[in-house]
């Protein structure tokens, strides 16, 4: 990858690509969830405990190959007897089906394979009439072997017990020098254990490994995630111009305009319009609103319904009640707006002190005039007004009207007679 990143930490549809393993193993609700740490293992640890709280991580120290990873984890798997499906991080695509088939196939060994349109470098899958035979290193292989199309994902399922008694008994004389997993089917076979293939398209086992393979990967979870929202009743106005994340939810009969970006955590609901030229991330935008065009949602931006938030309007970590409006250049910030408020152009909630954030709270009904400044914290009544151009820095009591701005003076000829005197001045 060229980076300083892990390479499970770069984004794939918003989220690391470690999360995309994650989300594909958690639709079958496993009992424990290990990820196995290696290069950048601090950071990996972090990213992973965002992503999954429950999940147990595994440090592997020295990178040996995939079967010692394996036996890294197994330790945490302690007491555990059931299924172990392993999963890499960098393959994100893996579906929700096939993982089920690996589940529950009767096997003791299932490893999943693909016809692929070109072998390359794959480890091709050997089998036979009583199934998979072994599993050969595209390094390892000779000509007639190199020559099988099916070939191996990396990905295994095997019973907890199988693992813990055949994982010590792989070596590396092989030319990597590493402990391959691939060598558990060939001793589970020999120990009479019974070892199938289960086939998948190629698709679902794309990897990663390059920026061009990432950017390739993203072209495709982007095209799969508009058709998902069309097929559930989501119009996109112009699909190929919409970002979505892994977790985006958007109901049915909402509409999307264009150059729309959708960050992690956004739930739209059935009927809200999202105008172009919009980004999303951490929010949940209720029925009957409309957000946009050229609006910014934060974490922690909740819209109630017929909410409208208009151009370059940003809202973070606040609450608008049903029948909001926020016409334009604004920005709620740690803030609570009553149903039926109108925010004035301009308004800024001064949230932050340079230590701390501070609360706005504002009631039903409120009018609140453009270019107000609400200096947090602060709390404006029910049905009460601000004078535009204000400066409030005291609550302001429910139906009061509050000015907060300098008095006007006024000066006869001045202006006439200073444009005089900087003319004559320009001419000198």
């Known amino acids: 990858m060229q980076s300083d990143l892990p390479k499970v930490l770069h984004r794939l549809g ?19 969830v290990v990820v196995v740490a290696g290069h950048g293992a601090e950071a990996v640890r972090k990213a992973v405990t965002r992503l999954e709280p429950e999940a147990r991580i595994a440090l592997q120290e020295e990178q040996l190959g995939t079967a010692h990873a394996v036996s890294q984890a197994m330790p945490l798997l302690d007491g555990f007897d059931g299924r172990v499906i392993v999963l890499y991080g960098d393959t994100p695509f893996i579906g929700e089906e096939t993982l089920s088939r690996l589940a529950s196939h009767p096997a003791d060994v299932v490893v999943l394979g693909f016809e692929a349109a070109d072998p390359g470098r794959y480890g091709r899958l050997v089998t036979g009439p009583e199934g998979l035979e072994r599993i050969v290193e595209y390094k390892d292989a000779d000509e007639a072997t190199r020559a099988i199309r099916l070939v191996n994902s990396g990905v295994l399922a095997a019973d907890a017990a199988l693992l813990r ?54 072209a495709v979870f982007q095209t799969r995630a508009r058709a998902r929202a069309m097929e559930s009743g989501v119009t996109l106005i112009d699909p190929d111009t919409v970002w979505f994340a892994l977790d985006t939810y958007v109901g049915r009969d909402a509409i999307i305009g264009q150059n729309v970006v959708f960050g992690p955590g956004v739930t739209i609901e059935s009927g809200a319009e999202i105008l172009p030229f919009c980004h999303l991330e951490g929010c949940h935008v209720s029925a009957g609103a409309t957000v946009g065009p050229f609006a910014r949602l934060r974490p922690g931006a909740e819209l109630g319904g017929d909410v409208h938030v208009g151009n370059f309007v940003e809202i973070k970590n606040s609450v608008l009640d049903e029948g909001v409006k926020v016409g334009h250049l604004t920005y709620l910030g740690d803030a609570h707006v009553g149903e039926g408020t109108n925010i004035g152009a301009g308004t800024v909630t001064c949230n932050y002190d340079g230590v701390s954030k ?4 504002i009631g039903a009904n409120a009018f609140i005039g453009s270019d107000t400044m609400l200096v947090a914290p602060v709390r404006v009544g029910a049905r009460a007004m601000t004078g535009s151009g204000s400066v409030i820095t005291q609550d302001v009591p429910d139906d009061a009207l509050a000015l907060g701005r300098a008095r006007q003076v006024m000066k006869p000829g001045l202006a006439a007679r200073l444009m005089q005197a900087l003319r004559q001045k320009k001419g000198n």
């Open 14 to 32: 918003g989220v690391p690509l470690v999360g995309h393993a994650l989300a594909a193993g958690r639709t079958l609700e496993p009992q424990a």
């Open 165 to 218: 008694e055949f994982l010590p008994r792989i070596g590396n004389q092989n030319a990597a020098g590493e402990y391959y997993l691939t060598d558990i089917p060939e001793l589970a076979r020999a120990a009479s254990h019974r070892v199938e293939v289960v086939t998948c398209d190629e698709a679902e086992t794309l990897g990663i490994n390059t920026r061009a393979e990432l950017a390739r990967a993203e």
């Open 358 to 361: 501070h609360r706005t709270e």
